[in-house]
């Protein structure tokens, strides 16, 4: 399709799924994934400056100050894949003054999609949550059991997947969610996060689509 690449943001809370539509996103649309807890994950197990600062917050299941997060993404977004393809922001922005510093550079999502999905079902998912380090696909023990036995001796568990940090972790997006809607309120789409992945992905899957249209007629007609 011509046109415009796509911008897209995707919100909800702790384990409502974001990461694994992000994965059936970049497959179908090529957007680059910029996903700030991955990218924090990668600065700490590589022992950065940057790594060594966020991981006590992270560990904490509180947030990476501002500036730090900030300056990662803006740095990330600048890059030219991610002017050509596109961009799919998982994870970010998470408080009001996130939103702000993306609008002061007049960065701005064509769609923000919200995942929702209920408390009792987010701490199961974080708990039984497994990470394979070496493709950075998202299992889980009950859900999507790994493939073989190899994989499944090589995951990993996130150690802020904790019942306890799950709880803190949805507390703090509880406080933020409202005031970084109000930035996005024109363009937002909930949707049900609480169904099987590749029902959630359909009804993504439509929405991006009918943007990826729209800004395809805008650009001819422009
Ligand atoms: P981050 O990595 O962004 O964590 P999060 O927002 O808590 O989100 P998760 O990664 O936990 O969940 P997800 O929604 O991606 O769900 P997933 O697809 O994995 O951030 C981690 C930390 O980094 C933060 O706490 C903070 O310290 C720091 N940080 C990051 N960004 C920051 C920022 N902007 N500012 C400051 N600090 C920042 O799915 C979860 C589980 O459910 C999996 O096991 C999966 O298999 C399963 N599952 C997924 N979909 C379904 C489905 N439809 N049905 C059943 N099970 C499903």
């Not at 919200?114 to 199961?124: A, H, K, Q, R």
Request: contains cysteine; charged residues 30%; glycine residues 8%.
């Amino acid at each position: 399709l011509a046109g415009e690449p796509l911008k897209v943001m995707i919100s909800g809370a702790p384990a409502s799924g974001k990461g694994t539509q992000c994965e059936l996103i970049v497959k179908k649309f090529g957007l680059v994934h910029i996903s700030t807890g991955d990218l924090l994950r990668a600065e700490v197990s590589a022992g950065t400056e940057i790594g060594n600062k966020a991981k006590e917050f992270m560990n904490a299941g509180k947030l990476v100050p501002d500036e730090i997060v900030t300056a990662m993404v803006t740095a990330r977004l600048s890059l030219p894949d991610a002017q050509e393809k596109g961009w799919l922001l998982d994870g970010y922005p998470r408080s009001y003054a996130q939103a702000q510093s993306l609008e002061e550079r007049k960065i701005r999502p064509d769609i923000y999609i919200v995942l929702e999905v209920p408390d009792e079902i987010l701490i199961d998912r974080c708990v039984g949550r497994r990470l394979d380090p070496l493709t950075g696909k998202i299992y889980h023990i009950k859900n999507f059991p790994p493939e073989t036995e190899e994989i499944k001796a090589r995951l990993v568990t996130r150690p802020d997947d904790t019942e306890e940090k799950v709880k803190s972790r949805l507390e703090i997006y509880k406080q933020n969610a409202q005031a970084i809607l109000s930035t996005y309120l024109s363009v937002m789409n909930k949707i049900d996060g609480n169904r099987p992945k590749d029902v959630v992905f359909g009804e993504v899957d439509s929405l991006l689509s009918r943007v990826q249209k729209d800004k395809a007629k805008t650009t001819k007609l422009g």
